[in-house]
């Protein structure tokens, strides 16, 4: 990346991480899920990840309020993901692409390190991920294959002599 880089950060998770909720909390259970799941990065190690690989990037947050007035010098302007995908990132993204220069690439440097361009193709793939993320369809998808599974499973070890 040439040019002044500015690196967006936001952690759309509580700073100290989520306690684990009681059991009648099942909204909250599943939030926890949700972030347990997403395993987000804290902002002093994506500032320490940002140094690493881009040393002269500014760092700013989404937490301060003229935040969008910060793009419009950049070149490049780097969101920084605390996970993998960038959960609760997509009102970031809409006000970058509103509040960049037209020229300005936009690129994502996420938790594990990877960064890649942010463009068209990227967003939709990325749309999809969350959407799986969010509602964990793949672990409700397998769940009956489980429910169904365990007991054959069981009562095959059980014939074999294995419980």
Do not use: C
């Not at 969008?68 to 920084?80: E, H, I, P, Q």
């Not at 993320?133 to 998808?141: R, S």
């Amino acid at each position: 990346m040439t040019g002044s880089t500015v690196a967006v950060f936001h952690n759309p998770w509580p700073a100290q991480g989520l306690s684990r909720p009681s059991r009648r909390e099942f909204g909250a259970q599943y939030r926890y899920a949700v972030w347990y799941k997403a395993n987000p990065r804290s902002a002093d190690y994506m500032r320490a990840l940002l140094l690493r690989r881009f040393p002269d990037a500014e760092w700013i947050e989404t937490a301060d309020p003229n935040w969008t007035g910060k793009l419009s010098r950049a070149d490049t302007v780097l969101l920084l993901y605390p996970d993998s995908i960038g959960l609760g990132f997509t009102p970031v993204e809409r006000a970058v692409l509103a509040h960049k220069r037209d020229f300005a690439n936009v690129a994502v440097l996420n938790g594990r390190g990877r960064d890649f361009r942010l463009n068209a193709a990227a967003r939709l793939g990325l749309r999809l991920r969350r959407v799986l993320e969010w509602t964990m369809l793949p672990e409700m998808a397998v769940l009956p294959v489980f429910i169904v599974a365990t007991p054959l499973l069981w009562a095959f070890d059980a014939m074999r002599g294995r419980t």
